[in-house]
T-cell receptor, first 114, second 113 residues
Framework: GDSVTQMEGPVTLSEEAFLTINCTYT??????LFWYVQYPGEGLQLLLK?????DKGSNKGFEATYRKETTSFHLEKGSVQVSDSAVYFC?????????????FGTGTRLQVTL | GAVVSQHPSRVICKSGTSVKIECRSL??????MFWYRQFPKQSLMLMAT?????????EQGVEKDKFLINHASLTLSTLTVTSAHPEDSSFYIC?????????FGPGTRLTVT
């Protein structure tokens, strides 16, 4: 079945540091890939997405590129802020064009300090 | 656009009682809604998928008679936790599907005492 593997957290960084959160996936076919962010006490918000190989999703300074050859979708940001402290979830959907079941990774907690 | 609300945001109930959680898509119609459960410091576990006007599809291991899901309209789905017990205490999150994306509600924190 489909699965998503994320790097273990928590990740602690100083403000303005470079961020990478690794995500790899296993899926049949050609899934759509997502990063969701969950701020403390809140629900999930879509951060960015990519629907086909080599697509780059980007939002709020975060980027991730859909790499089919390495089955990866690593999240990066060049300079993190304290306000980026949250839990980040990588996810895939195995049916493009429909709102189908999402498979989530276990989440990576990011803590940014001054 | 694509706002999903949940009500209530927090609920405390006594063991043995039932609790209903509502999930609404406020500005779009959602033929499919999803219910997730999130344990502390863990990922989301899909409980069931509900389609408007039909029975929900439950994931393996989820008790259908305990977690009743109704999707009565294109903008409303409800999850009822029947005869709740302390082990049902969790964070319940719904999402509504539109095209190939899901839009998540803010979640409901259920505490069973």
């Amino acid at each position: 079945g489909d699965s998503v593997t994320q790097m273990e957290g928590p990740v602690t960084l100083s403000e303005e540091a470079f961020l990478t959160i690794n995500c790899t996936y296993t899926a049949t076919g050609y899934p759509s890939l997502f990063w969701y962010v969950q701020y403390p006490g809140e629900g999930l918000q879509l951060l960015l997405k990519a629907t086909k190989a080599d697509d780059k999703g980007s939002n709020k300074g975060f980027e991730a590129t859909y790499r089919k050859e390495t089955t990866s979708f690593h999240l990066e940001k060049g300079s993190v802020q304290v306000s980026d402290s949250a839990v980040y979830f990588c996810a895939l959907s195995d049916l493009a064009g429909t709102a189908s079941k999402l498979t989530f990774g276990t989440g990576t907690r990011l803590q940014v300090t001054l | 656009g694509a706002v999903v609300s949940q009500h209530p945001s927090r609920v405390i109930c006594k063991s043995g009682t039932s609790v209903k959680i509502e999930c609404r898509s406020l500005d779009f119609q959602a033929t499919t809604m999803f219910w997730y459960r999130q344990f502390p410091k863990q990922s989301l576990m899909l409980m069931a998928t509900s389609n408007e006007g039909s029975k929900a599809t439950y994931e393996q291991g989820v008790e259908k008679d305990k977690f009743l899901i109704n999707h009565a309209s294109l903008t409303l789905s409800t999850l009822t936790v029947t005869s709740a017990h302390p082990e049902d205490s969790s964070f319940y999150i719904c999402s509504a599907g539109r095209t190939y994306e899901q839009y998540f509600g803010p979640g409901t924190r259920l505490t069973v005492t």
